[in-house]
Nanobody
Framework: EEQLVESGGGSVQAGGSLRLSCQRS????????MGWFRQAPGKEREGVAA?????????YYADSVKGRFTITQDNAKNTLYLQMNSLKPEDTAMYYCAAKWAGCGGRLPSAAEIGYWGQGTQVTVSS
């Protein structure tokens, strides 16, 4: 069974940057869409960014983070990253690494489509 372990969360001031990492183990070849989701208190879990692990490596972003966040992966290290720049207080949330079977479907997946979740890492942005 695939396991995902996030790291890199923390507290920063608005305008700052953080880089989240997600270490994969028990790698399942069919979970070839990797992504980051976030959930703020009292809100639903929402997709932030996703990347197709196959040829081309297409990426998908939520409108709220386009131009500020970048998702990348290092297949040799089985690690997924999320570089977050120009952070805003509204980016404050628990961030989860996620793996989905059978591709991203040409779009940012929904939480209901995710097969595996990490335990989450907290990101807090102060104004």
């Amino acid at each position: 069974e695939e396991q995902l372990v996030e790291s890199g969360g923390g507290s920063v001031q608005a305008g700052g940057s953080l880089r989240l990492s997600c270490q994969r183990s028990g790698y399942a070849r069919t979970t070839n869409c990797m992504g980051w989701f976030r959930q703020a208190p009292g809100k639903e879990r929402e997709g932030v960014a996703a990347i197709y692990s196959g040829a081309g490596g297409s990426t998908y972003y939520a409108d709220s983070v386009k131009g500020r966040f970048t998702i990348t992966q290092d297949n040799a290290k089985n690690t997924l990253y999320l570089q977050m720049n120009s952070l805003k207080p509204e980016d404050t949330a628990m961030y989860y690494c996620a793996a989905k079977w059978a591709g991203c479907g040409g779009r940012l997946p929904s939480a209901a489509e995710i097969g595996y979740w990490g335990q989450g890492t907290q990101v807090t942005v102060s104004s």
